[in-house]
């Protein structure tokens, strides 16, 4: 599975943004996927995770109630909608492919990442 993350960039403290990551090889609809972000001088961290149909999630707290996953199986896609984002949310964000059918929080647990979009919120 290949992986190609996109829509990242600049954007006010409020305002929002909306991930892709285009996912290429057959198994794609059988495997949960994620989005991890990476901030300067930080550990990588999980965001979100979506189960292979997409009827489960899971956030990390600090996201919750602002971010969204989803994923369309057709397209092989899976999105993030990040609204009211914060400066903390800066960072690299990282989408990933699983070995799993559900959503999981441990990076250990995916196999696939793709190279990452810059996100910046300003104050």
Not at 10 to 15: C, K
Not at 21 to 44: D, I, L, N, V
């Amino acid at each position: 599975v290949q992986l190609q993350a996109s829509g990242g960039g600049l954007v006010q403290a409020g305002g929002s943004l909306r991930l892709s990551c285009a996912a290429s090889g057959r198994t794609f609809s059988s495997r949960a996927m994620g989005w991890f972000r990476q901030a300067p001088g930080k550990e990588r961290e999980f965001v979100a995770s979506i189960s292979w149909t997409g009827g489960s999630t899971y956030y990390t707290d600090s996201v919750k109630g602002r971010f969204t996953i989803s994923r369309d199986n057709a397209e092989n896609t899976v999105y993030l909608q990040m609204n009211s984002l914060k400066p903390e949310d800066t960072a690299v964000y990282y989408c990933a492919a699983s070995g799993q059918l559900n959503p999981v929080a441990i990076a250990d647990e995916y196999h696939y990442w793709g190279q990452g979009t810059q996100v910046t919120v300003s104050s």
